[in-house]
């Protein structure tokens, strides 16, 4: 999953936003103060009927017809859903959680023995920064890779909390099949069979990423995460029990705040999929903003098919009407193009990008 640079990356000196929180600093410093246009309007009173749709995966396993539609919905206008009974023991949610929770609240001296490396995407630290004056988010992170074992970097995986390594395994087992599921089930929806993805996925690929929002005394000025898409064919994001509101996504030109709903996982999906829908199903831009008072944590699973096949729009998703709008590439090249430039948007998927009169 990291790539390792091929020249020495400079990315300046990079504050940890906990031990800023606790410093208490007057203002806070510059890199993290983004510019104007970029800056969060703190007024998340939008109406109800902007949030996002609500699957009850107990319901597609029957195979409802309604629930179908309405994930195929969700797919097409949202690239975002809510799932509920989806089938996770709530212990082992919960167990994720507080191991993620006990990590972050280490000394950073301890958290530090796992570092990120400029320029890679595993071990403690800020990802995706690739130069001195880029700006910072307000945001902590522990990312790994976890399948195929060859991704993962046993020397990440931390010694404390001393239930961290089993507690990650029993959840990225559970998060993995339901990962299946779902893609079974978003298969089915685009009146394609079932295991499509599956077959074509080869091993999936499946990494981790905590975060951790510390609060933040200026939240109209600084960004938890950058603007984004995912580079995943689809994202599983657990939001921290008593977190605050954060992640946000772009739906046409307004930033919906997605509201924490007990028990439920959010579910967004990836570059990949839209490639593979030809534009069917959005990978949707979202980031996260912080608060004032309230710190916040997600733990978020990224599951991608194998890095050696190529892929491409569907044969099935392609037609006249539907002209193709991305090349075949290989994905692993993606992972990489993905993993070794700032957050942006959706830049990344120029990438894949059939560029014509007609597309956007
Ligand atoms: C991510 C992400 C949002 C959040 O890690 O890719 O979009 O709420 N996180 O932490
Ligand atoms: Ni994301």
């Not at 559970?174 to 990962?179: A, D, F, G, P, Q």
């Not at 004032?292 to 098919?305: G, H, N, Q």
Request: charged share 25%; net charge neutral.
């Amino acid at each position: 999953m990291a790539p390792v640079p091929s020249l020495p990356i400079k990315v300046g000196h990079i504050d940890d936003v906990q031990e800023l929180r606790k410093a208490k600093p007057a203002t806070v410093p510059e890199r993290f103060i983004r510019d104007m246009a970029d800056r969060p309007k703190v007024v998340p009173n939008l109406s109800s009927s902007l949030d996002i749709p609500i699957i009850d995966l107990s319901k597609l396993m029957k195979t409802d017809k309604d629930e179908v539609m309405h994930l195929k919905t969700a797919c097409e206008e949202w690239g975002f859903f809510q799932v509920l009974n989806h089938g996770i023991d709530l212990n082992v949610v919960e167990d994720i959680e507080n191991v993620a929770k006990d990590f972050f609240m280490l000394p950073l001296q301890e958290k530090q023995k796992y570092p990120m490396a400029p320029g890679t995407v595993q071990g403690y630290g800020q990802a995706f920064v690739f130069s001195e004056n880029q700006k910072l988010d307000w945001c902590n992170m522990f990312a790994l890779g976890v399948e195929p074992p060859c991704i993962r970097n046993p020397k990440l995986w931390p010694s404390k909390p001393i239930n961290f390594r089993e507690t990650l395994e029993i959840y990225s087992r559970e998060v993995r099949k339901l990962c299946k599921t779902l893609l079974k089930y978003i298969a089915v929806s685009l009146g394609l069979k079932g295991d499509v993805f599956e077959e074509m996925f080869g091993v999936a690929v499946q990494a981790v990423r905590m975060n951790y929002y510390p609060p933040c005394s200026r939240p109209d000025l600084v960004l938890g995460l950058s603007p984004h898409s995912d580079g995943s064919a689809l994202t599983v994001l657990q939001q921290g029990k008593d977190s605050s509101v954060g992640l946000q996504i772009l739906k046409g030109q307004t930033w919906v705040p997605v509201q924490p709903i007990p028990n439920a996982l959010v579910i967004n999906i990836g570059d990949t999929l839209e490639v593979l829908t030809n534009g069917k199903y959005k990978s949707v831009e979202h980031r996260a903003v912080t608060h004032k008072e309230r710190d916040r944590l997600s733990i978020v699973t990224f599951y991608a098919p194998s890095y050696d096949i190529e892929l491409g729009p569907m044969a099935e998703l392609v037609d006249e009407k539907n002209p193709c709008r991305y090349r075949r590439y290989n994905h692993g090249e993606y992972s990489k193009h993905y993993v070794t430039n700032k957050l942006q948007g959706k830049r990344t998927l120029d990438f894949a990008k059939i560029q014509s009169k007609t597309s956007n």
